[in-house]
């Protein structure tokens, strides 16, 4: 089944831990993405990848990393969380020459 | 880069009535227009898009419409059901270059509510 998974779904640390929300894809999509869903505030974009070894910076990219080495791939990680960051988050992927993106099932985090 | 306002922020009406979400962008050079449906709990999901050379694209009760000149989109749900209950976002991207070159930019999402 062609899908976008991400784990965990659900994640409760606290400030300063060290943390990496995987997200992979079965679908050969050459780009993908991470943003965050915050009430009122729509969902904004962390980083993006047009492919393997190529990211950027979305609209919110202050407190996260990515690294995107294989194509399947795109881990985003909190080197030193913090409350603020506590949010939804959601994976996305989508062809080069396609608009449509395919969302992952979200992962809650929680930073105490 | 891209700005997504969209209006209203919560949306009441009868089952039945229809229901009209609107969106501006600021970027000339977005050229797509998707639609995201999002259940409590869920993902979102595509529900219609279009395109920049299209004015009009509808799909059964929904139908979209888009005013280049203006910078304006709008959702239309015709014979809203409860089903139709749910969050919706619009968003701008462009595949052709601009700010929003290969982003997807999101409005802020409407709470729409049909009561039964």
């Known amino acids: 089944e062609a899908q976008v998974t991400q784990n965990p779904r659900y994640l409760i640390t606290v400030t300063g831990k060290k943390l990496t929300v995987t997200c992979s894809q079965n679908?050969?999509?050459?780009?993908m993405s991470w943003y965050r869903q915050d009430p009122g505030l729509g969902l904004r974009q962390i980083y993006y990848?047009?492919?393997?070894?190529?990211?950027d910076k979305g609209d919110v990219p202050e407190g996260y990393k990515v690294s995107r080495k294989e194509k399947r791939n795109f881990p985003l990680i909190l080197e030193s969380p913090s409350p603020n960051q506590t949010s939804l988050y959601f994976c996305?992927?989508?062809?080069?020459?396609?608009?449509?993106?395919?969302f992952g099932p979200g992962t809650r985090l929680l930073v105490l | 880069g891209e700005n997504v306002e969209q209006h209203p922020s919560t949306l009441s009406v009868q089952e039945g009535d229809s229901a009209v979400i609107k969106c501006t962008y600021s970027?000339?050079?977005?050229?797509?227009f998707p639609w995201y449906k999002q259940e409590l709990g869920k993902r979102p999901q595509l529900i219609i898009d279009?395109?920049?050379?299209?004015g009009e694209k509808k799909d059964q009760r929904i139908a979209v419409t888009l005013n280049k000149t203006a910078k304006h989109f709008s959702l239309h749900i015709t014979e809203t059901q409860p089903e139709d209950s749910a969050v919706y976002f619009c968003?701008?991207?462009?595949?052709?270059?601009?700010?929003?070159?290969?982003?997807?930019?999101f409005g802020q999402g409407t709470i729409l509510t049909v009561h039964p």
């Open positions: 996305a992927s989508r062809p080069a020459r396609q608009e449509t993106q395919y």
């Open positions: 679908m050969n999509h050459e780009y």
């Open positions: 990848s047009m492919n393997v070894e190529v990211t």
């Open positions: 970027d000339s050079a977005s050229n797509y």
């Open positions: 279009i395109r920049s050379n299209v």
């Open positions: 968003a701008a991207s462009s595949l052709s270059g601009g700010t929003s070159y290969g982003k997807l930019t």
